[in-house]
Structures are given as C-alpha cells and as structure tokens.
C-alpha cells in the first residue's frame, strides 16, 4: 500500500500541449504541466496570458481545441463540468457567484450536492451546521448561517465562496486572485486553510498577482505568457526578478524607483495649487463620522485604512452613491444635491472597487462598454452616431491602455479582470475629467499592467488633475501619493506628508485609530 508521501508526489493532473483558440486568435498553446496531489502550483501571468482560460478548462467549463489531459493515468480529449465534479475539482472564481438574496447556508449549498433533506423537506439545520463547521475555519467569530449574503462585506463574501468550493472539492481546488478583497487577518486565514488542503493530500492551483503571496504559499511556480508556459521551478529557482521578467516579457523597474523623485517634486508643488475637492464633515448614519479634507489641483492624495475603515463610502459620497450630510465643494462651488449625472457633469469620475457590479455591463460588447460614458460627444448635430466614429475611437483607447481583448464587438465578459479594469479607467478618463477617484484601481491586475495603471496615474497628475487614491497595497500608497490620509472607523485619524512617510505609522493608525 502506498504510504502518503508517495501519494503526494503523484500527478493527479497532467496538461499536455493543451491549447485553445477564439476565432482564430491562440488565447492557449501547447501548455505542458502537472499538479501533483499536496502541492500549492501558483499559476502566474499578466492578464490575458491565459490562466484563467486553463481554469476553465480544467473545471469543464471550456473544451480545448488541442492537446489532452490526464488525470490520474486517465486521458481525456476534454473534461465535462460532471468529469470534473467527479473527479472533485472545485474552483473559487474571481468573480464572486453566490446570490445575494439567500442565505450564506443557501449559497454554500448550492450545487454539488445539493441542499440536504429530511423527510421530502430542506433540512435547515444540517445545512446550518455544516456551513457552519466551514465557516470556522475563516472566521474568529463564525457569521450565522442564516444572515443573507447582501448584508455581507465584499472580504465576507469572498470567503463564504471559498467555504462554498471547499464543499465540492475532494481532490483539486483551483483558487482564482482569491485575496483581492481580503484584509490581512482574513488572508492569514485562508493561507492556512490552503497549507492545511495541502496536507490532506488536495492539489492546489493558486492563481495571484500578489508577488508576497506567490513566494509565501507556492511550492512551485509556472508561468504563463501569450498563451505559453514560459517558465516553471521552485520559488528558490526563481526569484521575484526574473519571475517578473518570465511574465511581462522584459525587466521591469519598480515604480518607486524609478519614479520617487518626481513624486517628492509635485508633492512639494501641489501644495500650492488651488483646492478642486473641499470636503467638510462628511458623515451617515452607520459609519462616517466627521470626514474633511482637500484635494489639490495636480495632486495625488492617497487614503489608507483596513476594510471597513470607511474608504469605499468617503468615495460614494462625493460622487453621490452614498447618502451623507456635510458638504462637497468641486471648484469652489457646493456640489449639492450630490447625484452621478451631477458628479460628471461636474468633471468628477469614480473607478469604484466593485468592477463586475459598479462598472462594466458584462453582456454587452467591449465597443458598448468603451463608449458608454462619450457618446453623446460622439454624437453629431442631427443626432447620428457614427459607428465608425465609434469603432475609431474605441481602437485608439484600447491600443493606448494596452487592453488585450479577442474583437471590440466580444462580451466584456470574455476579457481578463485586469483588462476589464483597464477599458473602466480608459472609459472614465475619456470624458476628460478634472477629478478622478480611484477606488483599489489595481485589484486584480498583474505586475505590467499595474506598472502601466501606476505611471499613467502620475501622468494625469502632472497634468493638472486631482486624483483620490484609495488601496490597500501600502506599497502602492506610498509610490504614488503626495499626501496620505488614514482613515479607521469611519473617520481620519492622520496624515502625513510624502517627505515623513512611514509605513510602520501609517499601519499602526490604521489599526489602532490613533497616531504611534
């Protein structure tokens, strides 16, 4: 009888010159590679490289169009959805599939398996009990089973996902950039979830663009790069530089090297220049307590803070998604009543954090959803609108912010997280604001792509426009802001000015409310 051990060096899963191509274009090809079972693979590439195409694959979800896999000595032309549920392969996707009006219970029971029952009728209690036996794994205090899933926060939601896919997975979970919306304890959570899969023999594909999390959690890494793995070994056999090299193609300079003294120079001037966003006790009825503060012509002005601290709300509220009373001036007018149309028509966009639910219309095609904010620019006099006009322009803004997409007239659903995000900055920016506020403008998007999103950001500041960035990659807020503000509980607990940054002061604000 085989002890563990050996069981755990097998295969249960070889891809062999895998591919697949959408109207021609080779989206896959010829990708080679085994996940072994008790090994974590981090699956690694910019987006559109590929990954998640092989996820679906591998969930049953799409037939490749060449090559084979094989699952434990078992070749198959293609694996249907039921091949993979046999086979116990369950996935937890980028984005989020539960329904927001049942309950965490419902939801985690959805699917394989079903909901369990008792004499012809839904056995609410079995189904309680074991969702929460799942849910303790995730949290210090478990939520109730009972609570519906709309009255979740984004970091909740994801994590009762992950409980959902770890009930119908017995032997492979392919996890899809599932910390994007995580804090730091929940993280922590979930790393050990994964490392305790990994003990009971699971195979685990991990896919992330957070280089931290690679390097914590992979035994072995593969790379993905135009369809091709470009790249496999040990975390010890390649390190974060020329992992990063594997994955863009090039060497790649941090940005706060490489952009630090320019940083330092506008910061020192955007203290001079005129106040476009004057913001005086902000607050509402559940969170926001007293929230002010100026935003600068030509300045980036960075918010930190946990999830929950309140970020996400200041946002709304400037641009009228959130109800709150104190009052907004844009240019040395008040901005009241406070609405969307307002907002724009006052020069002031909003990349909110949610993408699949603030802003992308995902049925429509990539032309649509480019075009949605311009239109009526693009409109002439007789009330026409020229579809080459259109086609022009969204070619120039697809080609400018590097989005890789398989036509202009495809679904904004067949594009990669990380373009979608790109054709939402590329559509807000068409407009030609005066404010924009970036709310986790990086979440999900790979290393080249986040450089890109980082040095464009710089770009629009030194043009004049103010720009509120909220993040929770400190990194990111310290590259790129002028100023940062720290928020906890629903207000602003302290500053500080780019010359004085200090991490270690900023987290302890965050999480202690209060100045070290």
């Not at 309140?310 to 998604?321: K, M, N, T």
């Not at 149309?341 to 966009?349: I, N």
């Not at 602003?492 to 004085?500: A, C, F, S, T, W």
Request: some cysteine.
């Amino acid at each position: 009888m085989k002890n563990s051990e050996q069981l755990h060096k097998q295969p249960l899963i070889s891809l062999n010159a895998v591919g697949k191509s959408y109207s021609g274009a080779w989206v896959l090809k010829d990708a080679t590679f085994s996940v072994s079972r008790g090994e974590i693979v981090a699956l690694v590439g910019e987006n559109g490289a590929g990954k998640s195409t092989l996820k679906n694959i591998l969930c049953g979800l799409v037939p490749p169009d060449t090559g084979t896999l094989t699952v434990e000595g078992r070749d198959y032309s293609r694996l249907t959805t039921q091949d993979a549920r046999s086979i116990g392969i369950a996935a937890i996707h980028q984005e989020l599939s539960l329904f927001p009006n049942l309950s965490i219970a419902e939801n985690v029971h959805m699917g394989v398996g079903g909901l369990p029952q008792r004499y012809g009728l839904v056995d609410r209690r079995a189904m309680d009990v074991e969702t929460l036996d799942l849910l303790r794994d995730f949290f210090v205090t478990p939520l109730n089973p009972s609570l519906p899933v709309e009255r979740l926060s984004l970091g909740e939601r994801q994590l009762v996902e992950v409980a959902k896919a770890l009930r119908g997975a017995s032997s492979m979970v392919i996890l899809d950039e599932p910390t994007t919306s995580l804090s730091l304890p929940e993280r922590r959570r979930l790393f050990a979830v994964a490392r305790r899969l990994r003990e009971r023999g699971y195979a685990l594909i991990y896919i992330t663009h957070f280089m931290e999390e690679i390097y914590e959690l992979a035994d072995r890494i593969v790379v993905l790069r135009d369809g091709r793995v470009v790249g496999t070994g040990t975390p010890q056999e390649i390190d974060q530089a020329h992992l990063t090299t594997l994955m863009v193609g090039r060497e790649l300079e941090e940005i706060d090297q490489s952009l630090a003294s320019e940083r330092d120079l506008a910061a020192v001037n955007s203290k001079a220049a005129p106040v476009t966003v004057r913001v005086r006790d902000l607050r509402d009825s559940k969170l926001l307590n007293g929230v002010s503060f100026d935003l600068h012509a030509g300045e980036i002005l960075g918010l930190g803070g946990l999830m929950g601290a309140g970020r996400s709300q200041v946002a709304e509220a400037i641009f009228g998604l959130h109800p709150a009373t104190g009052s907004v001036e844009v240019s040395g007018q008040l901005f009241e009543p406070r609405t969307p149309a307002a907002a724009l028509a006052r020069g002031v966009a909003l990349v909110s954090e949610d993408r699949r639910a603030d802003q992308i219309f995902p049925g429509r095609s990539v032309l649509e959803n480019l075009m949605s904010t311009i239109i009526e620019s693009l409109t002439q006099a007789a009330g026409y609108l020229s579809p080459i006009r259109q086609r022009d322009q969204a070619l120039k803004m697809v080609s400018e912010y590097g989005v890789r997409h398989p036509g202009l007239d495809a679904p904004m659903v067949a594009l990669s997280g990380g373009n979608q995000q790109k054709c939402v900055i590329a559509r807000w920016l068409a407009g030609r604001p005066a404010v924009v506020i970036l709310d986790e403008p990086t979440k999900g998007i790979d290393v080249g792509a986040k450089a890109e999103i980082h040095r464009l950001i710089g770009k629009l500041a030194a043009s004049g426009l103010s720009v509120l960035l909220i993040s929770s990659d400190l990194p990111e807020l310290l590259a790129l802001s002028h100023r940062i503000l720290v928020m906890h509980k629903g207000r602003i607990v302290g500053g500080l000015e780019r010359p004085q940054f200090d991490p270690a002061a900023i987290v302890h604000m965050a999480s202690m409310g209060a100045a070290a």
